[in-house]
């Protein structure tokens, strides 16, 4: 072998060796004669664990609101009153429903007088919020609702329009005076309602089925559609002019109810079926001169009574 290859060589024995002779001066021998196992390092004690004292039996550590943090309390949730209970301690529950029943016009101007009894749709939620021990809620509702009457030909008014073709001895021409009727009356409400649940056999959360009877009271906004007739044989109302076809207006109202239910519970949610008696007071200036060419003002004031079946899902 030449000098070149053997003097690397010697080199890397050399610091093998010297790497095995100190890792055996690190192991001291036993008494019989075998290595003992390398001493574990021992850590320092922190400086606040050795102030104190491990707690006796018995001893109430000290609360975690009183324990200091760098972080904001408010980070951490130690905050006594910051996740309490909303709406008193008592569960907070929303309920869908649907309401449909006749709506009989019940007191008001001409069109008490006018109108059959109609058909009244609902649609709308309700927000319960329960007392601690669920068994009464105060109730916030929101709905959606269409009330439609056929009206009576019998009853009668006059209207000023342009006619033309009239029979005689029927004058005709702008600002003639003919005899009308009202066909139907469309309304359209959305509805917001404040009210007061209580169960009577049984708290709501409680198993089986559950009755319960309620009231509210509420303000409605909307618009109404009127269609008119002419009486036959007055000839036609001239096409270029104000036509008798339909009216709308705006319609505010006032509505107080009562209701009664029964509960069932389905799973995970509750299905409702009951009875419900409202009483509403609507606002409408449909039957004025300045609105449907009227000859006289009508008073189109209107009180309604309507009978509904409810029904609806709790959860």
């Known amino acids: ?103 009989i016009p019940a007191a008001g101007g001409f069109l008490h007088k006018a109108l059959e009894t109609g058909w009244d749709i609902q649609g709308g939620g309700r927000s319960m919020f329960f007392n601690p021990a669920v068994d009464a809620a105060w109730t916030a509702d929101l709905s959606l609702m269409s009330i439609f009457n056929h009206a009576r030909p019998s009853q009668m008014f006059l209207v000023t329009a342009d006619i033309q073709f009239a029979p005689l001895p029927l004058s005709s021409g702008p600002g003639t005076q003919v005899v009308a009727h009202v066909k139907d009356l469309h309304r359209t409400f959305v509805t917001a309602a404040l009210g007061r649940e209580w169960y009577l056999n049984a708290p ?13 009271i509420g303000g409605r906004i909307g618009t109404g559609r009127a269609n008119f007739a002419l009486e036959p044989n007055q000839g036609f109302i001239a096409p270029n002019s104000a036509g008798l076809e339909h009216k709308t207006d705006t319609l505010y109202g006032l509505e107080i109810a009562l209701h009664s239910d029964i509960e069932i519970p389905c799973g995970c949610c509750t299905l409702t079926y009951g009875f419900r008696a409202e009483w509403d007071y609507t606002w409408m200036d449909i039957l004025q001169p300045r609105n449907a060419q009227l000859a006289h003002s009508l008073n189109s004031q209107l009180q309604d009574v309507n009978l509904l079946l409810t029904a609806g899902v709790r959860f």
């Open 1 to 103: 072998m030449s000098a070149k290859a053997s003097f690397p060589l010697a080199v890397l024995l050399t610091v093998i060796g010297f790497w095995t002779a100190r890792g055996q001066e690190g192991a001291q021998p036993s008494p019989e004669g075998t290595p003992l196992p390398p001493t574990a390092e021992v850590l320092p004690m922190p400086s606040d664990a050795s102030a104190g004292q491990a707690p006796q039996s018995g001893q109430v550590l000290p609360a975690a609101s009183s324990l200091t943090s760098p972080m904001s309390s408010w980070i951490i949730h130690n905050q006594s009153d910051c996740c309490s209970p909303f709406g008193g301690s008592g569960p907070i529950n929303t309920e869908l429903y649907v309401n449909t029943g006749p709506s």
């Open 204 to 216: 709501a959360n409680a198993a089986g089925w559950k009755w319960r009877a309620g009231l509210d």
